[in-house]
């Protein structure tokens, strides 16, 4: 599967950014679907992710209450909206596609394709 994510920029702190990724290539619908990112110097985190059918949803704790992940099915599309960003949300935001039908992404062991990194810089 193809991914392509967008939606990246700068924005002050408390600011909102919303970040798109956008599949091609096989059954999205059939896959969970998350977003990770790498800050300089860090290695590479899961922020939050999504069953193939919506029904459970994962978020680190550093992103809890201000981040949500939802995906629309029937345009193959991924999103997260990113609520009250801090300095520490700066990354590279990397969506990325379970590798396994039906069973839940919850590490980078569990991912089947990367999408390019869209930059997000949160300034303070």
């Known amino acids: 599967v193809q991914l392509q994510a967008s939606g990246g920029g700068l924005v002050q702190a408390g600011g909102s950014l919303r970040l798109s990724c956008a599949a091609s290539?096989?059954?999205?619908?059939?896959?969970?679907m998350g977003w990770f990112r790498q800050a300089p110097g860090k290695e590479r985190e899961l922020v939050s992710s999504?069953?193939?059918?919506?029904?459970?949803?994962y978020y680190a704790d550093s992103v809890k209450g201000r981040f949500t992940i939802s995906r629309v099915n029937a345009a193959n599309t991924v999103y997260l909206q990113m609520n009250s960003l801090k300095p520490e949300d700066t990354a590279v935001y990397y969506c990325?596609?379970?590798?396994?039908?039906?069973?839940?992404?919850?590490?980078?062991?569990?991912?089947?394709?990367w999408g390019q990194g869209t930059e997000v810089t949160v300034s303070s």
């Open positions: 290539g096989r059954a999205f619908g059939d896959y969970a």
């Open positions: 990325a596609a379970g590798s396994q039908r039906w069973n839940m992404l919850l590490g980078s062991g569990s991912v089947g394709s």
């Open positions: 999504i069953s193939w059918n919506s029904a459970t949803r």
